[in-house]
């Protein structure tokens, strides 16, 4: 099963957490590249509450920016680093970005991940 990737025109969400869709085509072409083998990985209810949590302890300040700014949030199995962000071509000078995590730091304490 192939899973389509992101573009730009498919992508408008007001609430933060609305934003989790799968990492841009680029993002699974430059693990691919590298000979790795990436996977979507679709949020449980029980992670995307984590996430939403998680936005919602950000100030005041980093949401506006989040929300102006934060195209798209992924979730990726199978990626050797935490986390990826990448710039999204938008057309004019608006600065758009997503950001892709490695899904399995969302079950793990900062001890885990930290060492």
């Known amino acids: 099963m ?3 990737a992101q573009t730009l025109e498919s992508q408008y969400y007001t609430g933060l957490v609305g934003r989790i869709q799968p990492a841009p085509e680029k993002v699974f072409s430059k693990f691919r590249e590298a000979g790795m083998h990436p996977v979507n990985h679709v949020p449980t ?3 995307t509450d984590k996430v939403e949590k998680a936005f919602a302890m950000r100030t005041s300040l980093h ?3 989040l ?3 934060l195209h798209s949030i992924s979730f990726m199995d199978n990626m050797p680093n935490t986390a990826l962000t990448s710039p999204v071509e938008t057309g004019d000078s608006t600065k758009k970005f997503n950001i892709t995590f490695r899904a399995e730091i969302m079950n793990e304490t900062i001890s885990q991940w930290a060492t």
């Open 2 to 4: 192939v899973i389509q």
């Open 45 to 47: 209810d029980k992670e």
């Open 63 to 65: 949401r506006k920016i």
């Open 67 to 69: 929300k102006e700014h």
